[in-house]
């Protein structure tokens, strides 16, 4: 009986590992796809938050272009590294047209990301790459997604296609969409206990 036991214990402790192993790994590939997008508004008045979200349009137009034709985030970060004075160019034309004062400044960034839900899927918290924009004092609430991918536009079945393209798993791109439960809570532990141990970026 104890041997049979034993057996049982080490049946589950094998499974528990490869479990947890794919969850590392789902964590790293989201790590190491994804290029994020961070918004910080002025303050959190109306129109600082309304003029947030007019610049957010004007930095991924000034992308969207030159980002249609790149196949992984490597290229996607260097892409957006050449354009970053385009973009904050772009930003600050944004701001003066709607009569404000404030200037933006736009950066290349790892920081942590809490977890976020979107009309189709969602992402865990974690440490990310981001492209980082921040409005005036940058003292308002965030608006967050994915620059690469282009995963926060479009339908469930353009989710799924895009992230194929993009390399992920299709337990990873199930978990995101929420239909493993149990592996995206995993994925959102690791992410939140990574977070803990970044240094902080200004991110709320």
Same mark, same amino acid.
């Given at each position: 009986?104890?041997?049979?036991?034993?057996?049982?214990?080490?049946?589950?402790?094998?499974?528990? =590992?490869?479990?947890?192993?794919?969850?590392?790994?789902?964590?790293?590939?989201?790590?190491?796809?994804?290029? &994020? +997008?961070?918004?910080?508004?002025?303050? @959190?008045?109306?129109?600082?938050?309304?003029?947030?979200?007019?610049?957010? @349009?004007?930095? +991924?137009?000034? +992308?969207?272009?030159?980002?249609? $034709?790149?196949?992984? !985030?490597? *290229? *996607?970060?260097?892409?957006?590294?050449?354009?970053?004075?385009?973009?904050?160019?772009?930003?600050? &034309?944004?701001?003066? *047209?709607?009569?404000? $004062?404030?200037?933006?400044?736009?950066?290349?960034? %790892?920081?942590?990301?809490?977890?976020?839900?979107?009309?189709?899927?969602?992402?865990?918290? /974690?440490?990310?790459?981001?492209?980082?924009?921040?409005?005036?004092? /940058?003292?308002?609430?965030?608006?967050?997604? !994915?620059?690469?991918?282009?995963? =926060?536009?479009?339908? %469930?079945?353009?989710? !799924?296609?895009?992230?194929?393209? *993009?390399?992920?798993?299709? %337990?990873?791109?199930?978990? #995101? %969409?929420? @239909?493993?439960?149990?592996?995206?809570?995993? #994925?959102?532990?690791? /992410?939140?206990?990574?977070? &803990?141990?970044?240094?902080?970026? /200004?991110?709320?």
């Amino acid at each position: 009986m104890k041997r049979h036991l034993r057996r049982i214990a080490l049946l589950l402790f094998a499974v528990i =590992c490869v479990y947890g192993w794919g969850i590392a790994t789902d964590s790293q590939a989201l790590r190491d796809q994804l290029l &994020r +997008l961070h918004v910080v508004g002025a303050s @959190d008045s109306k129109e600082d938050q309304d003029v947030k979200l007019l610049v957010r @349009d004007a930095v +991924l137009q000034s +992308l969207e272009e030159g980002l249609e $034709d790149v196949k992984d !985030v490597d *290229a *996607a970060m260097d892409y957006v590294a050449r354009m970053l004075p385009k973009v904050e160019t772009a930003a600050n &034309r944004c701001l003066a *047209a709607a009569g404000f $004062d404030d200037t933006v400044s736009v950066s290349l960034t %790892e920081e942590a990301f809490p977890t976020r839900e979107y009309d189709t899927f969602s992402l865990p918290a /974690g440490i990310y790459k981001a492209l980082r924009v921040v409005i005036g004092e /940058g003292e308002g609430q965030n608006w967050w997604c !994915v620059v690469f991918p282009q995963l =926060c536009a479009g339908t %469930e079945s353009e989710f !799924v296609e895009t992230a194929s393209v *993009a390399g992920m798993s299709d %337990e990873l791109t199930a978990a #995101l %969409e929420g @239909d493993y439960e149990i592996r995206f809570w995993l #994925l959102e532990k690791l /992410g939140q206990l990574k977070n &803990r141990f970044f240094p902080s970026s /200004g991110s709320e």
